[in-house]
């Protein structure tokens, strides 16, 4: 993966919380020394429950082009129902990086020709103390175990900046325990 | 400090920076967050200001227009349709002299039905005696707001500060917020010459006769034509004033440049895209890829719309083989309200030294339509090997 530009495609419902989370990681990239960082949810179609899509663009230098991605680096998805109803890896990179909430097992996806990272973060985040549907910090600390991004410390620090008020030690915790236990191949 | 935030986040933290003080409008997509968010700002404290909640953009203005007249600093916000609904009191505002500032963000209008960005609800306000500016990214979004209080306030006219919608409204990325003391200096309290004082009561903007007459006072007063003749002049002027902007904003806050254009990679091009908004950034990839190509290719932004910055946008082209216009609008029944304009201000300038670029006309991103950056590079491309003007263009067009 290059480092200098990684753009990442963010798959999650309505009221999932994706663009929070694609918020903590731009700032926690931006604090690492990336100078362009732009994060664009979906225009118009969000609704409670409904598939969405955020875009996340991480440059070492100022990012001009605001259009959507087309060929995503890595794409994150909160949850592994939307497999049935989006074409997640559409467009995704030769050799991408899949990061997967999912509770089945990890032998069970081929996603062949791309790096698949999977976790089951539902229950991580039950077991961080967070009400049940919270996913949306645990799946950051798989995202970083699949792809060695930013750095697990300046990430939790985003999260409990981002959640101050509520819950931080829990959403921390849900992406520490994430971290630890998600299973990577390729 | 740095943040990373919404343009509607940015819009707003610029609006409370300038210390407004009544703020009325009402909610439409993609316009929504900004005044959602300074509602917010008053109700924790961190802003005084009184919120007018109203029943429509018309009355969102009015209430704009009665609160300026008493020498309030006042904010409002809208989109298309929000936008031509207060239509008539944007003349008004214009005509009233009133220093408002409104921010557009930018939406298709109906019909049919589009919540989705072009920017035909700002353009189709060109005449109406606004000034306008546009914003390519959330820097840009909350500087315009500062420098335009300043300026409008100077000027005594009204500013819309227009912005993509979702595009940059809807879209997150790092802008610095100034520290509270700069803007304060930068900006001082608003203080009119004249401002309505229940103490005194006056009427403003009566019928005004078509001639000039002796007042009560056995001074000559304007006619209708004559004020209407200064509102042109003025604006004109205050082409220098925003130059004056620019200056000590860059000397305060230590950003800036051009107050007009913001040209990249012109200098040595042959052919120079042109537009307005965050679709001429996007066009700096473009011009990138071009350039390695080995095409001299550049793009410039225009920042002012009105007052039209004509000479500064003709001097920049003087020369030059092309120029290739982008537009999120135009005006029906003919081409892009910028191609004429900008062909107006070449003709203007340049007739006389027996070149005219070639200009060409392209249409784009038409309610929302996405612009993909390779389509626009194989237009720019191609744009720049042709050597005949046809009609506007659309980009994307699927017919």
């Given at each position: 993966m290059n480092k200098e530009f990684i753009e990442i495609r963010w798959h999650g419902r309505g009221g999932q919380g994706a663009i929070t989370a694609a918020k903590i990681v731009a700032g926690a990239a931006f604090i690492s020394g990336y100078l362009g960082v732009v994060m664009a949810p979906t225009f118009g179609t969000e609704r409670r429950g409904a598939p969405v899509m955020t875009s996340l663009k991480i440059s070492r230098e100022k990012i001009c082009d605001l259009s959507p991605i087309q060929t995503p680096d890595i794409i994150v998805v909160l949850d592994y129902l939307l497999l049935k109803e989006v074409d997640v890896t559409c467009g995704l990179k030769p050799g991408g990086i899949i990061v997967l909430n999912t509770?089945?097992?990890?032998?069970?996806y081929s996603f062949k020709g791309y790096s698949l990272a999977t976790a089951n973060i539902t229950a991580i985040s039950v077991e961080a103390g967070l009400p049940h549907g919270m996913v949306n910090t645990g799946i950051i600390g798989s995202l970083e175990k699949a792809t060695s991004l930013l750095g697990i410390d300046v990430l939790i620090k985003g999260i409990e900046e981002e959640f101050r008020t509520q819950k931080p030690e829990k959403n921390s915790l849900a992406a520490k325990i994430a971290f630890e236990r998600t299973r990577v191949r390729g | 400090m740095y943040i990373i935030e919404s343009g509607n986040v940015a819009a707003a933290l610029g609006v409370r920076l300038c210390r407004a003080n009544v703020i009325a409008a009402y909610p439409i997509t993609p316009q929504t967050p900004v005044t959602e968010r300074l509602s917010e700002y008053i109700e924790e404290g961190s802003m005084k200001a009184e919120y007018v909640p109203v029943e429509s953009e018309h009355s969102a203005l009015a209430v704009c227009i009665a609160a300026s007249s008493t020498g309030a600093r006042t904010f409002t916000a809208t989109s298309a349709n929000g936008l031509l609904y207060m239509h008539e009191q944007i003349h008004w505002a214009a005509g009233a002299r009133l220093p408002l500032v409104m921010c557009v963000v930018n939406r298709a209008v109906g019909a049919p039905w589009n919540i989705w960005n072009d920017h035909q609800d700002s353009i189709s306000q060109r005449d109406t005696g606004w000034i306008q500016m546009y914003c390519c990214d959330h820097q840009q979004i909350l500087d315009s707001v500062i420098k335009a209080y300043w300026l409008a306030e100077k000027v005594s006219a009204p500013i819309m500060v227009c912005y993509d919608g979702f595009i940059l409204s809807h879209t997150y990325m790092p802008f610095e917020v100034p520290q509270q003391e700069k803007v304060d200096a930068f900006l001082p309290p608003f203080r009119p010459d004249y401002a309505l004082n229940p103490e005194e009561p006056a009427s403003l903007n009566t019928v005004t006769l078509p001639d000039v007459r002796i007042d009560v006072h056995g001074e000559l007063a304007h006619g209708y034509m004559e004020i209407r003749y200064l509102l042109q002049e003025e604006l004109r002027t205050s082409l220098a004033v925003a130059a004056e902007a620019e200056k000590r904003f860059a000397e305060i806050f230590g950003r800036g440049g051009d107050p007009y254009i913001e040209p990249y990679r012109c200098d040595d091009a042959d052919h120079i895209a042109v537009g307005l908004g965050s679709l001429t950034y996007q066009l700096r990839v473009s011009v990138d890829a071009l350039r390695k190509e080995g095409i001299k290719v550049g793009v410039m932004g225009i920042r002012f719309y009105r007052p039209f910055p004509d000479a500064a946008i003709a001097n920049a082209l003087k020369g030059k083989k092309g120029v290739i216009v982008f537009e999120k609008a135009l005006s029906y029944g003919y081409e892009g309200a910028l191609a004429s304009d900008l062909k107006s201000a070449l003709y203007e300038h340049l007739a006389g030294t027996g070149h005219l670029p070639l200009v060409q006309n392209f249409i784009a991103g038409i309610g929302g339509r996405e612009i993909r950056t390779d389509d626009l590079t194989q237009t720019l491309r191609a744009a720049t090997q042709s050597r005949i003007a046809k009609e506007p263009t659309w980009i994307g067009l699927k017919l």
């Open positions: 509770p089945k097992a990890f032998e069970s | -």
